[in-house]
Each structure stands twice: as structure tokens, then as C-alpha cells.
């Protein structure tokens, strides 16, 4: 009997089922037992962050290769490109070939990361350097231009288109600039190092000493107060008038019971009296006049008179202050007769019927317009109407919210001598009649009423001659810098900050120090005051922005003056009659 075919059919298609199912078993025992796949390269790292090659020669890159965890790998095939063929090519092994001189981009890629690094083909190395002298002699106050060498590079040709330098590689009697500017400075010797590429060549120079035609020194004028200190510097010239360096001072005082000068140049008052100081080197001396004075006992007195409430704080400082400007101006002012009713010189101020010998300056502390804005205001109100029209009756104003900030930063002091000091005249009784050119009568030029002027001086002729001789100004024909920026309330009424620096009538209080200058109390003088130039600080150009430098017993955050300084109010006859002028106003900022 046949049997059904389907029967047949469905028994062959079983093997090749459970065939199937065999082998996919045995594949994925295959798959579990294979080393994972490689890591790709995360990183390529160039071993030089800059390189650098000759025109014409090769050079190995190398670079690393990290995975993602910093792991360096091995064996991958790294691809190298050049982004600017015609500076430098770079084969399949990383060299590269400079072609020409300039800067190209070398690029290493591994899988999908790259590195690169910044390539400069530079010109053949200058191996031999031949010099058209390898020593000189120069005398002090000479200047050469060395001439450009004659180099070479390792091929032997001639090249054109390099720069040497120069630099000072000993001693100190030249300086050098980077391009081969010589100035023989001072007598001895010195060796220059030309260099170009890794050769450094010695060029060896001898400096003879130059006659010395002329010796500066600052101060000229030497003012100083028994048992005080100036100090002075001394420079040389030249016949040229080339400035000559590293020389050797010597100090002799003429008379030294008066005043006694050391090795350094440091002047001392002994006694009053008059002598002189002879400064000289090799052929070259000056001498610095020195006239020595006693401060104190004179007969100028401030009557300062407090009004309200006023701290012991403020009362002590506006005392020294007081104190201060009674050493400077020594003689007695002309007695007056003063009439005024009260409020004639400001809210608060009483009414005075009495001869003024020399000066009230009437001082009170009140709430102006809070801390850190105007600290004081200050001006003559009263002066005398003969000539020379000096003041007599003043006043003075304190923020009291800047009493304790000032006198905390120590300038509290400073604060009210320089408030004193426009009272007095400083930038007050500097009036619109004053403007007549050098070397007129007159004490300051080119100043309008309000606004800055554009180069404001001071052109009494004993502040001019202070000024040259503290170095500030060339000679005494210049008149005397006054403020010219800072605004109303700065400029017009104080010294140019630019070049007096701490100055006390600047327009700015500094840390530490804000010494009184001969420029000021020779100002005061040219108004016709009898001053003592050696009350003034030992202050010059040459400690003009670090008094500290030389400390001074002059009566210091450098802050600016914000006040109110206006002009007197008043002209007053001998027998007290008030006449009312224009004020030079000021107004406040």
C-alpha cells in the first residue's frame, strides 16, 4: 500500500529544522569566545607645540596617538597634510621640507581625530659673523653707530637681508640699543654682544674720561632751616653738552659753622648765616649758594578763631596748620581797621569792629554736602586796599562729615594748611589784572575768571627762579605751571599737578607726605608778603612724586581737593571802611 506523500514531504523538512537550530546554537558559542574590536584614536598629539625647519632641509614631526582615556596607541596609519605647500611639504613618515621662508600648518589625522602644529621654514643659519671691529675707544659723552657685520651661512653664502642685535654683556661705561646705538657714559669699559642666530660675537669698548665742561645741581638754591636736611644731585656735561654718568662728587662747604655738606651731597643748617657749597668732578664745579635761617619767632601771627561746634580734632590740626604758614611769613602786615556787620563774610560769620595787626581766619565746621565730595571751602574775604592788597580777614569751612576720614588718613593737617594757604593768596588774589606777558610786574598769566586755561603760569620773578632752581622749570625765564585741568575748584588755583606732584597746593592730597615747596612761599612773596624761604621742605623735582624719598619736617591717599576757593569779597580802607569788589569765583564742581 503507497503511503501519502505529504507524509514524506514534512519528515525531510524536519532535519533541516532542527539542523538550524544546531548551528545557530553553535555560532553563538563561536561569537563569545572573539577578542573585542580595536580603540579608535581619540587624540593626536604633535610632540612640539611650534616647530621649526631651514629653507632646504628636512625634519622629522612625530606625534602620539591616545585613545578617549589618554592611553597611547600603536600601530594605526597616520595621514600628513600641509596647508601651504610652497612653504614646507610633508610626506607619508612625517618629514617635512622647508621651500620657502614662511609659516605653515602641518595636520597629523588618525581615524576621525587630528593634531596640528604651526611650522617655520627659516633662512639658512648664519654660522660665521666677521665684524668691521672688534674693539673700540670712545671718550665720555661719544656715540657710534656700530656698522652691520659681514655674515655668512653653512653653505658659505653671503647674507643680506638678517638684523644683529646688540646687548650690554658687561660693565657700565656704554649703553646700547637693540639696533647698535652706542653712548659712552662713563669712563671705563664695557663689552657689547652682537648677536645673530646661536652666535654671539664680543665687540670690547674703552671709554677715556671727557673733560667735564659744566656741573648741574638741584636744588641750585639751597634754603634750608638750622637743623634740617637738603638734600641735592649733581649731574655732569660734556663740552657737547652730552650728559655724563657714573661720576664721582665732591662736597666742600665754604664755612661749615653755618652749614656742613656729606659725601652723598646732603646739605644741614647749623646756624643762620650765609655760606656756600662747591660741588665738583674731573674739571667741571658748581657753586650752590646756602643761606641757613632760624623758623619761628617772627612776628606774623594767624588769629584763628573757632566759631560753633568744633572737635578737638579739627581744632589741634587747624592750630599746626596756623602754626605752619607763621613760619613761612615772618614780618608783620600793616594794621587796619576792620568793619564788618555779620553775615558780611558768610552765613555764620559775626561782625568785627576791631585793627587787624595781621590776619583772622575764622574756622568752623559744618554739614556742606556729606563725605567724599567738598571737604573744605576756604577764601579771603577782607584785604587791605593798598598795595599790595594782602588779606585780612579770611574764612574757613569743614565738611564735618570729612573731619574723621581726613584726620584718620593723616591729612587732616595737610587739609587745612592748604585751605590756610588759599586765604593767604595761593590761587586767590591771582586776579583778572595779571595777565601781562614775561617778565611783567605782575604774578601769573593767561588765566581767565572761570574755565581752564589752556597753559596757565605764575610769573613773579622770585617763584620763577625757585622753580628752576628745584629743577621743576628749564631756566628762570619760564613762568611757573598752574593747573590747567581738574575742572572749577582745581585748575586756575594750584600748582600743575603734572609736574609738582605732592606738592601741598596741588590740586590733590597724597599718602604719606604733601611737602610745602620754595615755589609756594616764594609766590607768597611776589604778592608781597616777607617770607623765610628756609621754611620750605626739603622737596624738589627730584623727590617730587615720592616725598618720602627724603623725609622732610614739613607739616599725605591721594585724593582729590574737592573745595570751593573764591576771591576776596571786600577791599578795606585804614579806617575800616568796606568797599565791595568783583570776587575771582571759582565755583565748586
Not at 593626536?44 to 612625530?62: K, M, N, P, Y
Not at 589752556?454 to 611757573?480: C, K, N
Not at 600748582?495 to 606738592?503: K, P
Amino acid at each position: 500500500m503507497l503511503r501519502p506523500p505529504t507524509l514524506r514531504w514534512r519528515h525531510t523538512l524536519a532535519v533541516p529544522i532542527l539542523l538550524g537550530a544546531a548551528l545557530s546554537g553553535a555560532l553563538s558559542c563561536g561569537d563569545s569566545s572573539t577578542a573585542p574590536a580595536p580603540a579608535r584614536v581619540a587624540r593626536v598629539q604633535f610632540t612640539e607645540t611650534a616647530d621649526s625647519v631651514e629653507i632646504g632641509s628636512t625634519r622629522l614631526l612625530s606625534v602620539q596617538l591616545l585613545d578617549a582615556q589618554g592611553v597611547a596607541l600603536s600601530g594605526r596609519t597616520v595621514t600628513w597634510q600641509s596647508s601651504d605647500t610652497s612653504v614646507a611639504t610633508v610626506d607619508n613618515a612625517g618629514t617635512v621640507t622647508g621651500r620657502r621662508i614662511g609659516v605653515t600648518t602641518v595636520t597629523a589625522l588618525a581615524d576621525t581625530a587630528s593634531g596640528t602644529v604651526g611650522l617655520v621654514v627659516r633662512p639658512l643659519q648664519v654660522t660665521h659673523v666677521t665684524l668691521p671691529a672688534a674693539a673700540y675707544t670712545l671718550t665720555e659723552g661719544d656715540t657710534l653707530t656700530l656698522k652691520a657685520p659681514q655674515l655668512v651661512d653653512r653653505t658659505g653664502a653671503a647674507v643680506t637681508d638678517r638684523q644683529v642685535t646688540y646687548a650690554l654683556s658687561s660693565g657700565t661705561a656704554v649703553q646700547v640699543t637693540p639696533g647698535g646705538f652706542v653712548t659712552a657714559t662713563t669712563a671705563g669699559s664695557a663689552v657689547v654682544t652682537a648677536r645673530i642666530d646661536t652666535i654671539a660675537t664680543p665687540i670690547a669698548f674703552t671709554v677715556n674720561p671727557a673733560v667735564v665742561a659744566s656741573v648741574r645741581v638741584i636744588p641750585s638754591l639751597a634754603d634750608v632751616a638750622v637743623g634740617h636736611l637738603l638734600h641735592t644731585q649733581a649731574t655732569a656735561y660734556a663740552p657737547g653738552g652730552a650728559q655724563l654718568t657714573g661720576h664721582q662728587y665732591t662736597y666742600t662747604s665754604a664755612n661749615s659753622g653755618v652749614a656742613t655738606v656729606n659725601t652723598s651731597g646732603v646739605i644741614t643748617g647749623i646756624a643762620p648765616g650765609a655760606t656756600t657749597v662747591t660741588v665738583a668732578t674731573g674739571s667741571g664745579s658748581m657753586i650752590v649758594p646756602v643761606s641757613v635761617a632760624s623758623l619761628g619767632g617772627g612776628t606774623f601771627h594767624v588769629d584763628v578763631r573757632f566759631l560753633g561746634t568744633v572737635s578737638t580734632t579739627l581744632r589741634t590740626a587747624a592750630l599746626a596748620a596756623a602754626a605752619r604758614w607763621e613760619q613761612v611769613i615772618t614780618q608783620p602786615l600793616v594794621p587796619y581797621q576792620v568793619v564788618a556787620a555779620a553775615g558780611d563774610c558768610g552765613k555764620g560769620i559775626p561782625a568785627v569792629n576791631e585793627t587787624v595787626q595781621n590776619m583772622i581766619i575764622y574756622v568752623q565746621a559744618d554739614s556742606i554736602d556729606g563725605r567724599g565730595k567738598i571737604a573744605g571751602q576756604a577764601s579771603p574775604c577782607i584785604i587791605r586796599d593798598d598795595a599790595p592788597q594782602l588779606t585780612a580777614l579770611g574764612t574757613l569751612e569743614v565738611d564735618t562729615a570729612d573731619v574723621a576720614s581726613t584726620a584718620s588718613a593723616g591729612v587732616l593737617t595737610d587739609l587745612l594748611t592748604h585751605e590756610m594757604g588759599h586765604i593767604i593768596g595761593i590761587g586767590t588774589l591771582w586776579d583778572d589784572n595779571i595777565y601781562s606777558p614775561l617778565p611783567g610786574p605782575h604774578v601769573a598769566t593767561g588765566i581767565p575768571s572761570t574755565g581752564c586755561g589752556a597753559d596757565p603760569e605764575y610769573v613773579g620773578l622770585t617763584t620763577r627762579i625757585a622753580s628752576a632752581a628745584l629743577g621743576f622749570t628749564q631756566d628762570s625765564t619760564l613762568g611757573v605751571p598752574i593747573e590747567n585741568t581738574g575742572g572749577s575748584g582745581t585748575c586756575n588755583s594750584h600748582w600743575r599737578g603734572t609736574v609738582f606732584g605732592h606738592e601741598l597746593m596741588t590740586g590733590t592730597l597724597h599718602n604719606g607726605s604733601n611737602p610745602m615747596s620754595l615755589v609756594t612761599i616764594e609766590a607768597l612773596g611776589d604778592l608781597g608778603y616777607s617770607v623765610t624761604p628756609q621754611a620750605a621742605a626739603d622737596f624738589s623735582i627730584l623727590n617730587a612724586t615720592n616725598p618720602a624719598a627724603f623725609p622732610s619736617p614739613s607739616l599725605s591717599i591721594g585724593i582729590p581737593i574737592n573745595e570751593h576757593v573764591t576771591g576776596p569779597r571786600f577791599t578795606v580802607t585804614r579806617s575800616g571802611q568796606l568797599n565791595p569788589i568783583r570776587a575771582r569765583i571759582v565755583p565748586a564742581p
